[in-house]
């Protein structure tokens, strides 16, 4: 992983790239993609996204995700995509937007660059806590979340660049 490449969190990082790099073979440079919430690109990303906020959010050590729905995924870059969507956090069961730039190695075989941004301002452990995980308004935050991307006050943001 970027932010601490040792052990179980490098096979972790090696599984995202695997996954990323499937679903970007072939396809031009501004292509949008499906990625179903069941993919192992979401499976993996369950486990990445929070350990990547935990490396610099301390309250993060204890939080994990129990879903991943995506919204709008694109490529961005010859071996690079930007995902954006909806989570569930599974300490309390409720949904938040999360955005994440991905960048492999030239190898392919590991993330060279990550930029999560995820939460905004709500109830909960965290303080972003949005509606409850099969709720309408669950269902309205992801259907929404494009559209208004560029101006979520994200509450986690954290970049390999500045590590």
């Known amino acids: 992983m970027v932010p601490n490449r040792q052990g179980a969190?490098?096979?972790?990082?090696?599984?995202?790239?695997?996954?990323?790099?499937?679903?970007?073979?072939?396809?031009?440079?501004?292509?949008?993609?499906?990625?179903?919430?069941?993919?192992?690109?979401?499976?993996?990303l369950e486990?990445?996204?929070p350990k990547v906020i935990a490396c610099r959010h301390a309250e993060w050590a204890g939080e994990s995700l129990d879903g991943i729905f995506v919204a709008r995924a694109r490529k961005t870059g010859p071996a690079a995509a930007e995902?954006?969507?909806?989570?569930?956090?599974?300490?309390?069961?409720?949904?938040?937007?999360f955005r994440i730039e991905m960048a492999l190695s030239p190898s392919g075989d590991a993330i060279e660059t990550c930029r999560v941004c995820l939460g905004e301002r709500g109830g909960g452990r965290l303080g972003i806590s949005g509606p409850?995980?099969?709720?309408?308004?669950?269902?309205?935050?992801?259907?929404?979340?494009?559209?208004?991307?560029d101006r979520i006050e994200w509450s986690y943001r954290v970049d390999s660049s500045e590590r």
């Open 9 to 44: 969190s490098q096979d972790l990082e090696a599984r995202l790239a695997l996954a990323l790099k499937a679903l970007l073979a072939q396809m031009p440079v501004g292509s949008e993609f499906a990625v179903e919430p069941s993919a192992d690109l979401c499976r993996t």
């Open 47 to 49: 486990r990445y996204i």
């Open 83 to 97: 995902l954006a969507g909806t989570c569930i956090l599974i300490t309390d069961q409720t949904v938040t937007p």
């Open 132 to 149: 409850a995980c099969n709720s309408n308004k669950a269902q309205k935050l992801l259907w929404n979340l494009v559209d208004r991307l």
